[in-house]
């Protein structure tokens, strides 16, 4: 009881100190964006102070929601922030704005799921923007779909290695909106090579879906199918072999250790989606 009264007094404590920071910085330097920038944060971060605390819950309340949005968007606003204190030509730009919605919406669903996939993928949003925001550097549009794909990528690697299925609501919106993406010409990673990336995403699917089919069920899912289907169109035709190639290096590594230490079985079943998965977020920033 007394842990908990001092865990709680610290938290509001900290609450206390941020906003405060916060309101002097708009009082004294409103107008320019890395202060402002520096409120929110400090805005977010006393939500997250609130929100991290052990035995909290939407099933407190509606008033928990806000909070916890708040400190899901928390991210991007340390990414913009660190972004307007060392680049003087910093300008908050829509895609800016539309990241930050889209973990808002991201952290008011995790209100609502209990799906741990989520909360990893929320935790590690702000290493997909470190990396994607140097990789497609000048691309807005191809940051905020990459970004997106990746955090479906880091959720369908979570659960698969959790519930050992690929759900069809993290791959199969990938195809059209990756396609059409391709259509545009606006797709740096595939770029005027449409018919190879349409090829890839047809091929390499069906090439690992019938050499498996002579071992037992489960060797080379429909999930794996229809993932690897989007992986050829965002990533292209070279990259998506780079990318297969990556995941079965990585699988037989990791299998090979497993055996070895013997944690599985030559009988064990092992999903192979989050290899996939490793080798499609390797071979975005592998040179082609």
């Not at 971060?45 to 899901?72: D, K, R």
């Not at 909106?177 to 797709?187: E, Q, S």
């Not at 050499?211 to 794996?224: H, N, R, T, V, Y």
Request: proline letters at 4%; one cysteine or more; charged letters at 10%.
């Amino acid at each position: 009881m007394l842990l908990s009264a001092v865990d709680w007094a610290s938290r509001g404590g900290t609450c206390a100190l941020v906003l405060l920071i916060g309101a002097t910085l708009l009082r004294d330097h409103g107008r320019l964006i890395a202060a402002r920038l520096a409120a929110l944060f400090a805005v977010g971060t006393g939500a997250y102070a609130i929100t991290s605390a052990a035995g909290f819950s939407v099933q407190l309340g509606l008033w928990t929601i806000p909070l916890l949005a708040l400190s899901a968007g928390n991210n991007v606003v340390f990414w913009t922030l660190t972004a307007s204190l060392f680049d003087d030509g910093f300008r908050l730009r829509w895609w800016h704005v539309a990241l930050w919605l889209l973990l808002v919406v991201a952290g008011t669903a995790g209100c609502f799921l209990s799906w741990r996939a989520l909360g990893i993928a929320l935790t590690l949003s702000s290493f997909a923007f470190a990396v994607l925001a140097n990789r497609f550097e000048g691309d807005p549009l191809a940051l905020v779909l990459f970004g997106a794909w990746f955090a479906t990528l880091v959720v369908g690697l979570a659960t698969d290695l959790d519930q050992r299925l690929l759900p069809d609501i993290l791959t199969m919106p990938v195809i059209p909106l990756a396609l059409v993406y391709d259509l545009t010409g606006r797709n740096p990673l595939v770029g005027a090579e449409l018919l190879p990336a349409i090829l890839i995403a047809l091929v390499i699917p069906a090439l690992l879906y019938v050499g498996s089919l002579p071992f037992e069920a489960g060797a080379f899912g429909i999930g794996d199918v229809k993932l690897l289907g989007g992986v050829g169109l965002m990533l292209g035709f070279i990259r998506t072999i780079t990318g297969v190639a990556s995941g079965a290096f990585a699988a037989g590594i990791v299998l090979a250790v497993l055996l070895v230490t013997r944690r599985i079985t030559l009988k064990a079943y092992v999903p192979y989606g989050p290899f996939l998965i490793f080798g499609a977020v390797w071979a975005i920033f592998a040179r082609a």
